[in-house]
Nanobody, 117 residues
Framework: QVQLVESGGGLVQPGGSLRLSCAAS????????MDWYRQAPGKQRELVAS???????NYAESVKTRLTISRDNAKNTVYLQMNSLKPEDTAVYYC???????????WGQGTQVTVSS
């Protein structure tokens, strides 16, 4: 059974930092592209960062100078380091494992990030 478990969310002041983690099980982690999405209240879910199996990264323009995605294949974990956080970063953050072929994607349950003073 595939499981993706996010952790590391919480309440942080503007300008602060958080590191999100997503631990995967039940998949050959190293073969998957791993994505971080977020969904703010009343908004559509958006892709913020991705990292391929070979380590190529991609970011949304709104976050690329402040967020860093990385992976540790030995630990089956993907990370999202978030710096200089802004109130508009407030959202539920989800990780996704994206494999080849149809019906080969899996989602975590999400972790809440709230940026507020």
């Amino acid at each position: 059974q595939v499981q993706l478990v996010e952790s590391g969310g919480g309440l942080v002041q503007p300008g602060g930092s958080l590191r999100l983690s997503c631990a995967a099980s039940g998949i050959i982690f190293s073969a998957y592209t791993m994505d971080w999405y977020r969904q703010a209240p009343g908004k559509q879910r958006e892709l913020v960062a991705s990292i391929t199996s070979s380590g190529t990264t991609n970011y949304a323009e709104s976050v690329k100078t402040r967020l860093t995605i990385s992976r540790d294949n030995a630990k089956n974990t993907v990370y999202l380091q978030m710096n200089s956080l802004k109130p508009e970063d407030t959202a539920v953050y989800y990780c996704e494992a994206e494999g080849l072929g149809s019906d080969n994607e899996f989602w975590g349950q999400g972790t809440q990030v709230t940026v507020s003073s």
